[in-house]
């Protein structure tokens, strides 16, 4: 999986995914130049659709399969903060390119914002409740 990563200062976003190294690249030429700088394309190995993308504060972003997100969740601890997201994830089920290149459109992907009442309903329900969401 080849994936377009951009860091600009504290902000961080995905600016494109994909299966074939040919199609990211064509997609990394139509990033303007004054976006250009803060783009990287990463090659992610042995990853295929779905896959998810943990996005944290201050950490990267991690790219796992189903696998690897249930064991995630089954060693999320609760939190004091009952509005705490302990982290954001998205399913990713296809090739994805914003519209206009470079730029961050992630919240147009499917995601969850992992909170306690999330992770309750899924120690309640197990990947059934994965399987509503969408994500399985």
């Known amino acids: 999986m080849f994936i377009i990563v951009a860091t600009k200062g504290d902000l961080k976003w995905i600016s494109g995914v994909f299966q074939?190294?040919?199609v990211a690249r064509q997609y990394m030429d139509l990033i303007p130049?004054?976006?250009?700088?803060?783009?990287?394309i990463i090659q992610v190995e042995?990853?295929?659709y779905p896959f998810y993308i943990?996005?944290?504060?201050?950490?990267?972003?991690?790219?796992?399969?189903?696998?690897?997100?249930?064991?995630?969740f089954d060693h999320t601890?609760?939190?004091d903060d009952e509005d705490?997201?302990?982290f954001?994830?998205?399913?990713?089920?296809?090739?994805?390119?914003?519209?206009?290149?470079?730029?961050d459109y992630m919240g147009t992907l499917r995601h969850d914002h992992v909170t306690n009442e999330f992770i309750?309903?899924?120690?309640?329900?197990?990947?059934v409740f994965l399987s509503k969401r969408s994500m399985f």
């Open 77 to 79: 601890d609760m939190s």
């Open 88 to 103: 954001n994830i998205y399913t990713i089920d296809s090739d994805y390119r914003p519209k206009k290149p470079g730029t």
């Open 33 to 40: 130049e004054e976006l250009k700088g803060y783009q990287e």
């Open 46 to 48: 042995n990853i295929t």
């Open 84 to 86: 705490e997201v302990h």
């Open 54 to 72: 943990i996005e944290r504060q201050e950490s990267p972003f991690r790219f796992l399969g189903e696998a690897e997100v249930i064991s995630l």
């Open 20 to 22: 074939a190294e040919d």
């Open 120 to 127: 309750a309903m899924y120690r309640e329900e197990g990947t």
